[in-house]
């Protein structure tokens, strides 16, 4: 059971990386911005320097989250959610498998 808990782990940070150096290879770096300018937490946008992508400039969607990154960030929270749903499950396996009586 250990091997298939550090498996799921291996997995779910594999894709959590892929998933962040795709994204990120499709914006170009951002010009640094003052400390009282509004940017995005992901990628440093501003409202002078938004991110184009196929749709468009980026929005705001929350106060410090913009559209370009909003679905990418919603998809890997899902990506560890998926992954601690399966860890979860190997350990409620393993705890019901060491609570089994050995007779």
Known sequence: MADRLDLAIKR??????????E???TFATRPRVRASERACRVCGCTQ???CVTDD???AWVEADLCSAWARDIRTLDAIVRAGLGETEKLL??????R???NG
């Open 99 to 101: 609570s089994r009586p």
């Open 92 to 97: 409620r396996r393993m705890l019901r498998q």
């Open 23 to 25: 994204r990120a290879a």
């Open 12 to 21: 779910t940070q594999a894709a959590i990386r892929a998933a962040v150096r």
């Open 56 to 58: 468009g400039p980026c």
């Open 48 to 50: 002078d320097h938004a």
